[in-house]
């Protein structure tokens, strides 16, 4: 029994069988072999090296032909390095000297070169070919026992060195019960989807997949933050008890409040909402209770497509959506990319300063092209479904004209052609940055409702990134700097008759429920969804009047540490079930 | 050449990226070809010289000194070959100047025929030239783009052979490059 400590990013307990997930997502079935397999496995080796230098040369040769020799270079060295009789000498010495399954021997080898590679500054750009190379040769030996994540049979717990957004965009949360990972951190893509998926996960465990053996049996703690390999019967029947005894209490909540409006003792009510980042949530959001999704992040699309989406793909995920939702609103958030949000096609050129470059919609009018894109397939999208559209990152009124502009042509250019569209549909921005919260009074005569990203709203009031250790405690949802601008933000809204929605970590997190209640909010969509009957029960057991009045002492406190203090008392006091 | 042999020679990396993928699977191409066993050391690191991945390891840098040591049969053309091309520039820039240089391939083919101890001669629209001799072949109007038959005889015929070939073979690559621009064609 072993036992790793990494990152909690997704709640809950999980027991199963290890799945490996190694070079990108190719599985290894199992490590080792017996004496006599030895010469079976370097066969199947050589076997599947030829194929895949076969496959390369024609690879180099069709690339040629259609992009000219200069871009077929790059497949023609992955052959020759097939051919490196040393490197296929390296993979037949585990086989033969440490009787290493053939995929096993490769992805090692590989795994080697590629360390020592990334040791290297000048190397290190080179690796991925490394990690082609790998994934080739594993392809052409698995051939038809190739296991894809995305079909699997059994429960497991996946165990990967990294996971690309496209890989945990698509898994399936009905046989991935846990993750753990060596990479990764507490805002990664993993930790927002494992999150959202309800899925136990632990991140940054440094190097786990090398030390677990697929069919190993783990438990993944992600309370704690643990990973425990090869646990005994007694670990197993604890942690077998708790995972149900939460499963049980969770059942209990949202048996009591799923199908139940948010509303408080004195009849105050609150449209409760989840964040998703693929349709493919939507079933659980609505599982959960959630009353329709307060933000798509649409981003996603762009972090798991290999080329940038098109109107269609943008619409086909819209009415994958919609379907679900059944008449449910849902807020359509136009591409959010930048900052921390690249990495996927059409990234730009780097910036000194990403977060406050180039990002979101100041890339959407840099490219109103893609921009147009979407919001064709926004508009087709309305008269299926319950529509909102929301632009993000908006600064100022010449912002918010210049999108609006793009979106009254386009439907101008509708209108002309005859296609259908929602004449009505309800168009907001988002208030993230301060500028915006400091004079929402003149922004809120220009759209239909404000939704409020607390994430970049307290990023840039208080000047701090809270991925950066060293300043990350001085990240302070209870400011009251923040608070104030939330204040200005809600009071500037009802003053012009559009509603507030806040989609922000801040809404998601039950501490700050009753404040934000009191401080006048109409919506809140909350990640993971998971938290929905959570944040119910909490407006569903106080009265309006009593969350205004705690808002208002809050917002009259001039130090964070009084303000922490004091809501967690109040909490305490009038929620004792959830607040121990 | 049945005598076991060692050379060794030390040259300085002279291209801009260093002893990357390309120069990398340039040399060892070209060492391959030869019999004996053939090792690098770069920064008091050995590699085999017919490694790609062993080579890219070394992580050359532009001005690093490199040392070739061969040993074998056929030791003393194998490095003089592989100084060489590691001197200019593993060969690996053509496409980017022929047009500017168009002798520099006639020069490379002279130079590297003459790493050899056989005759080597080049038939030219019924001539025969010394393949050694640059400034012959170029009065024979030898460009990159010029059909030519090789004659091959001696001792290391073979080796020399199959060295001219991947040089010639290479060149096509030079001569699609230029014809896709519309610029070539003899």
Redesign the interface.
Same mark, same amino acid.
């Given at each position: 029994m072993e036992t790793e400590h990494g990152i909690p990013v997704g709640p809950g307990i999980a027991i199963g069988p290890a799945f490996l997930l190694e070079a990108e997502g190719v599985r290894i079935p199992r490590h080792y072999v017996s004496e006599d397999e030895i010469e079976g496995e370097i066969s199947r080796l050589d076997e599947a090296i030829s194929e895949a230098q076969d496959e390369l040369e024609a690879l180099a040769e069709h690339v040629s032909k259609k992009a000219?020799?200069?871009v077929a /270079?790059i497949f023609? !060295?992955h052959a !020759?390095?097939l051919r =490196? /009789?040393? $490197?296929c000498q390296e993979f037949r010495d585990r086989i033969r000297q440490k009787k290493y399954a053939a995929e096993f021997a490769v992805a090692h080898t590989m795994g080697q070169?590629r360390s !020592?590679?990334q040791e =290297?500054s000048? $190397?290190a750009s080179?690796a991925p =070919?490394l990690d082609d190379l790998e994934r080739r040769v594993l392809l052409h030996l698995l051939g038809a026992r190739r296991e894809e994540l995305g079909t699997l049979k059994t429960d497991v717990i996946l165990a990967a060195h990294d996971l690309r957004p496209s890989q945990i965009v698509t898994l399936d949360p009905d046989h991935v019960k846990g993750i753990v990972m060596d990479a990764g951190g507490p805002t990664g893509h993993t930790a927002i989807i494992a999150s959202a998926l309800g899925i136990p996960a632990v991140v940054g465990l440094g190097s786990v997949s090398a030390r677990l053996t697929g069919g190993d049996t783990v438990i993944v703690d992600g309370e704690k933050g643990l990973v425990i390999i090869g646990p005994d019967e007694e670990t197993i029947k604890t942690y077998r008890q708790r995972r149900d005894q939460a499963a049980k209490t969770e059942q209990t909540l949202l048996a009591e409040v799923r199908d139940l409006p948010a509303e408080t003792k004195d009849g105050h009510r609150v449209d409760i909402l989840a964040n998703i980042e693929s349709p493919r949530e939507v079933a659980r959001a609505i599982e959960h209770g959630a009353e329709g999704i307060g933000l798509y992040r649409t981003e996603f699309l762009y972090l798991t497509s290999e080329s940038i989406p098109s109107e269609e793909r943008h619409f086909d995920a819209y009415m994958e959506a919609i379907e679900k939702l059944d008449g449910r609103p849902i807020t359509i958030r136009t591409v959010d990319l930048g900052g921390d949000k690249f990495g996927g096609v059409g990234s730009p050129e780097p910036e000194r300063n990403p977060f406050l470059g180039r990002r979101s919609i100041r890339y959407c009018l840099e490219h109103p092209d893609l921009f147009r894109d979407q919001l064709r397939a926004i508009l087709r999208a309305s008269v299926h479904g319950n529509v909102r559209v929301m632009f993000p990152m908006v600064s100022g009124i010449e912002e918010l004209l210049a999108v609006q502009l793009i979106l009254k042509e386009l439907q101008n250019e509708f209108q002309q052609a005859g296609r259908a569209f929602d004449h009505k549909m309800q168009v907001g921005m988002m208030v993230e940055v301060p500028s915006a919260a400091v004079y929402a009074d003149a922004l809120a005569q220009y759209v239909d409702f404000f939704s409020i990203g607390t994430n970049d709203l307290i990023q840039y009031t208080l000047a701090i990134d809270r991925t950066n250790e060293h300043v990350a405690d001085m990240y302070q949802p209870l400011h009251p700097a923040v608070l104030r601008l939330l204040r200005m933000t809600i009071d500037a809204a009802h003053n012009a008759g559009i509603y507030v929605s806040l989609c922000g970590e801040m809404g998601s997190d039950i501490m700050y429920a009753l404040l934000l209640l009191g401080l006048g909010i109409d919506e809140l969509s909350v990640a993971p969804t998971w938290l929905v009957p959570e944040i119910k029960k909490i407006i569903r057991n106080v009265s309006y009047k009593t969350a205004r009045d705690v808002a208002d002492e809050i917002l009259n406190m001039s130090e964070v540490n009084r303000a922490v203090a004091r809501l967690a008392e109040v909490n305490r006091d009038l929620l004792p079930m959830l607040f121990r | 050449m049945t005598s076991e042999q060692k050379h060794s020679i030390e040259i300085v990396i002279g291209n801009p990226l260093g002893f990357h993928i390309r120069p990398v699977q340039r040399f060892a191409a070209m060492a391959k070809l030869f019999d004996s066993h053939v090792e690098v050391e770069l920064r008091g690191q050995k590699a085999p010289g017919k490694s790609i991945i062993n080579l890219m390891g070394l992580a050359g840098r532009n001005g690093d000194t490199m040392r070739i040591a061969a040993q074998g049969p056929d030791a003393d053309q194998c490095v003089q070959v592989l100084a060489y091309i590691a001197r200019n520039d593993f060969f690996v820039e053509d496409h980017l100047d022929t047009d500017q240089q168009p002798n520099r391939h006639v020069e490379r083919l002279a130079s590297l025929a003459s790493c050899f101890k056989s005759d080597i001669t080049a038939t030219v629209d019924g001539r025969n030239v010394d393949a050694k001799n640059a400034s012959a072949l170029m009065r024979q109007g030898v460009s990159p783009h010029t059909a030519l038959d090789f004659q091959v005889l001696g001792e290391d015929a073979r080796q020399a052979r199959a060295i001219i070939d991947n040089l010639v073979s290479n060149s096509y690559y030079i001569e699609e490059e230029m014809v896709r621009k519309g610029k070539g064609g003899a």
């Open positions: 000219g020799p200069k /270079e023609s !060295a !020759a390095m =490196d /009789e040393y $490197l070169w !020592a590679f =290297d000048f $190397l080179r =070919d | -």
